[in-house]
């Protein structure tokens, strides 16, 4: 590595691809679904590089078109949890003894190869095993993991660059280090995001830490796929090593090693308060305390003033309540609309929501594709079921679920005038959006509602064109949500722009997307270098 003193480019977001009809980029993404459905991959356990095949199979299958095969991936054991360990650990007295700048530069170039020749593979594996649209697929798994990358390549170069700032004596030189944390990192990644399967194992990586990653069975496809995105980079093996299989059987073993060093998770509150508590448990067992970093859900709202612009209203609830299903930890759940907007709002609502198509997302005409299995569906239903039979709610659009081809579930609006209703209340991470119409006069009240309703606290926005409404939500708003929009939807945070993350039961709000999250994954060193240290033990003051 060079002895000069370069700095990391200062990235830019990457453009997202259109794929209008008749475009190159449209033909080859085409191309590349069509090979990646005509084939069944066998996805092996990657550990120290190897991998391992146990013969204990499970399968990946189109969520829309559930009797496709796409994989089969081996599950791991808790044995071999033990060799992931053993294999994060050889690996980590070189990675993380590594210049930070060989690391960064690692980083650039796999951001690259992301959206240059890996680009379509990564959309197409997005497309077909988690039901995205080439759209959704893009924005993520091709644009927001490389914004990932190369941000936090800056913002590593930008961290190891504060260092103290006080006027030292004579002679002192003083400095800090930032280091790896001792031990591996346990990383648990959701379905909904294939870049979220990527950063949750590559942002501790980058402060030169490694990883046991335990990727959601349903993100099985694109998880593997980044795995051979890692190694044609040039990451060294069992930086990352990859364990699919049953998260309970893959946790309780990796939370039970002495060099657990953090966790880094995204999914349910359920999952993560188990995984909390087994940590406290065990918290005299381990090496270190380890750092326990988390994002959960959301219970998301928005809140409309009567002076909101109506059809920049209908437009994002629309695109924040029903894109991929309303599978977003952002996605918009609940809203509260003044009563003076009602029947203005439902018909132009409906049938803008009317034209929303559902259906195969390789079919470029869908909006919407199915959710993720069967287990979700069930959920999903059952809260339809609910809205059906409870006299407060009326389902004005959707409510209905089909299973026979894949798991899909209509755009469904729910009216109710009980804003403690489930629907208002609990997550339901489907297309399911539900709205309770406020009297005109109680805006100040509903903001209370609003901010007193959910346990979570991720995303929320107020859409209004009088300022003084404006700043009434946002100041009682404050702590309701840790991503606010004004006049948009709660959803689509880019990196680099709007860093994500929630308090509250929504998670610990450490902010993808900030170079603060990095701090994280790092243990500081000071270091005093006295160039002229004393041969008196006295003091000035004990002369006579």
């Known amino acids: 590595m060079s002895q000069g003193i370069q700095a990391v480019p200062r990235p830019g977001n990457e453009s997202v691809r259109g ?13 590349e679904i069509t090979r990646q459905s005509n084939q069944i991959v066998e996805i092996p356990i990657i550990v120290g590089g190897k991998e391992i095949r146990t013969g204990k199979l499970a399968e990946v299958r189109c969520p829309h078109d559930h009797s496709h095969v796409l994989a089969r991936y081996h599950e791991a054991t808790p044995e071999i949890v033990d060799q992931a360990v053993a294999a994060a650990a050889d690996a980590w007295h070189t990675w993380s003894e590594l210049d930070y700048r ?4 690692l980083y650039l170039r796999m951001a690259d190869l992301l959206v240059g020749p890996r680009r379509y593979r990564m959309n197409a594996a997005t497309m077909l095993g988690q039901s995205k649209t080439c759209h959704q ?3 993520e798994a091709a644009c927001e993991f490389a914004d990932m990358l190369r941000f936090n390549a800056y913002f590593l170069d930008q961290l190891v660059r504060q260092q103290p700032v006080g006027e030292a004596d004579p002679g002192v030189w003083n400095y800090l280090e930032y280091r ?44 593997y796929y980044l795995m051979e995105l890692y190694k044609e980079a040039g990451l060294p093996d069992g930086v990352v090593n990859m364990l699919p299989g049953h998260g309970p059987t893959i946790g309780t073993r990796a939370l039970a090693q002495e060099t657990l060093a953090g966790v880094h998770f995204t999914g349910s509150t359920a999952t993560f308060q188990h995984i909390w508590k ?53 996605a918009a759940s609940r809203a509260y609309l003044p009563a003076s907007m009602k029947d203005a709002f439902l018909e132009r609502y409906l049938a803008e929501a009317d034209t929303v198509t559902m259906g195969d997302p390789t079919d ?54 009980n804003p403690q209703n489930r629907l208002m209340t609990e997550e339901i991470f489907g297309p399911v959006l539900t709205v309770y119409f406020y009297p005109d006069a109680q805006y100040a009240e509903t903001l209370d509602l609003c901010r007193n309703t959910s346990p979570y606290g991720l995303t929320g926005a107020i ?13 009682a708003l404050r702590h309701a949500a840790g991503n606010f929009y004004i006049n948009d939807k709660p959803t689509g945070a880019v990196i680099g722009q709007q ?38 033990y006295r003091y000035p003051f004990l002369s006579a």
């Open 19 to 31: 794929y209008e009809a008749s475009s190159p980029e449209r033909a080859a993404l085409q191309a």
């Open 102 to 105: 060989a690391r960064a530069s």
């Open 137 to 139: 697929a893009e924005i």
């Open 180 to 223: 790896a944390l001792e031990g591996f990192i346990f990383a648990v990644s959701p379905f909904n995001f294939t870049a979220l399967g990527g950063n949750l194992a590559m942002a501790p990586a980058i402060m030169g830490n490694t990883i046991v990653w335990k990727p959601a069975e349903t993100q099985m496809l694109s998880a």
């Open 278 to 330: 087994t940590v406290g448990e065990n918290i005299a067992n381990y090496r270190s305390y380890p750092r326990v970093v988390g994002e959960t859900g959301g219970k998301n709202f928005v809140v409309a003033h009567e002076s909101a612009d109506a059809e920049a209203l209908v437009a994002n609830l629309i695109r924040g309540a029903y894109e991929f299903q309303g599978q977003k930890c952002s």
């Open 364 to 417: 470029f005409a869908n909006f919407m594709g199915a959710v993720i299995d069967e287990r979700s569906f069930r959920k999903i239903s059952g809260y339809l079921d609910s809205a059906r039979e409870d006299p407060s709610c009326t389902v004005m659009l959707g409510g209905n679920a089909d299973r026979s081809v894949g798991w899909f579930v209509e755009p469904t609006l729910v009216v109710t005038d």
């Open 463 to 475: 859409f209004a064109n009088d300022r003084l409404a404006t700043e009434q939500a946002y100041r």
């Open 499 to 536: 860093p994500f993350g929630g308090g509250r039961a929504s998670g610990t709000n450490d902010k993808t997307g900030l170079g603060s999250h990095l701090l994280r994954w790092t243990n500081i060193r000071t270091v005093k270098e006295n160039f002229a240290p004393a041969k008196d």
